[in-house]
């Protein structure tokens, strides 16, 4: 089973970029995707095509906006995870997926706030508190769901935008970063407590153990994609027996920096589940 995660940065752009083509060549059986930031009945045909689509477009025109693309409909969609200040903003969509021959499966789909610069003259501490109380609502909520996926007998993944790189080899100017909102040591120390043995899996990190990035978002600047000045931030969380059925993973980062589709990259895992 070939599973993806994309941050497309508006999926009409993303499309006109040549999403659509990438879809098609790519063949997955699942896309978790973010920033959407479209109506449901404007997205493109061509962003859609084969697939069914479970999308939680939110409240917010023009912001945010999960889905998640299955070549099997879902058996359930559930949108939000009860944390009530942002469950109308569409940053989070779970499903159930009963697909012939492979493992019952939980997927989510995840758009984590940014946050706001956390000290200087433009901090905007009411906003970076915001971020931090979905951080922590989020996590009790993994732990949920995580244990009731296991008591229903399926396994449990969460993927998407984390805007958190957890660990040095996973942004490249990690030293200067310090200080910079996703890779501050909270962040990272939260990051990490999502994670373990028992619990969930960094699934590209287990397959590319001490490889620097992958990454999978760079600036639009000028020469920063060109000369992978990047940041890993986008991940698929799995609990272990669907961590352990891995057999490749990584970024499908673009030749150049005009094949672009988004500032992010897909990061795409196959499974022999």
């Given at each position: 089973m070939r599973i993806a995660t994309h941050n497309v940065n508006g999926i009409r752009s993303a499309v006109r970029r040549g999403f659509g083509d990438w879809?098609?060549?790519?063949?997955?059986?699942?896309?978790?995707?973010?920033?959407?930031?479209?109506?449901?009945?404007?997205?493109?045909?061509?962003?859609?095509?084969?697939?069914?689509?479970?999308?939680?477009?939110?409240?917010?025109?023009?912001?945010?906006g999960v889905a998640l693309l299955t070549r099997t409909p879902p058996s359930a969609v559930r949108i939000g995870f009860g944390h009530r200040p942002t469950d109308e903003h569409g940053r989070y969509l779970e499903i159930d997926l009963d697909a012939p021959g492979h493992v019952p499966l939980t997927l989510g789909s995840l758009y984590l706030p940014k946050g706001a610069t956390h000290d200087g003259p433009d901090a905007d501490p009411a906003k970076y508190a915001r971020k931090v109380a979905f951080m922590r609502s989020f996590r009790a909520y993994?732990?949920?769901?995580?244990?009731?996926?296991?008591?229903?007998?399926?396994?449990f993944a969460v993927m998407g935008d984390f805007n958190i790189a957890h660990a040095e080899l996973d942004l490249k100017n990690w030293r200067t970063s310090k200080r910079m909102e996703g890779f501050l040591s909270h962040e990272r120390e939260w990051f990490g407590s999502l994670l373990g043995p028992r619990t969930l899996i960094d699934v590209v990190r287990h397959v590319v153990p001490g490889e620097q990035g992958p990454y999978s978002w760079w600036s639009w600047l000028d020469g920063r994609f060109d000369a992978d000045?990047?940041?890993?931030?986008?991940?698929?969380?799995?609990?272990?027996?669907?961590?352990?059925?891995?057999?490749?993973?990584?970024?499908?980062?673009?030749?150049?920096?005009?094949?672009?589709?988004?500032?992010?990259?897909?990061?795409?895992?196959?499974?022999?589940?």
């Open positions: 879809l098609a060549a790519r063949d997955c059986d699942v896309v978790a995707l973010q920033e959407v930031r479209c109506p449901a009945e404007l997205i493109p045909a061509e962003a859609v095509a084969g697939y069914h689509l479970s999308y939680h477009a939110g409240v917010l025109a023009g912001r945010n993994l732990t949920r769901a995580r244990r009731e996926a296991g008591r229903r007998g399926r396994e000045v990047g940041w890993r931030i986008d991940y698929q969380l799995a609990t272990p027996g669907l961590a352990r059925s891995a057999v490749a993973a990584g970024t499908d980062r673009e030749s150049h920096s005009s094949l672009r589709l988004s500032d992010h990259a897909p990061v795409v895992v196959d499974y022999d589940c």
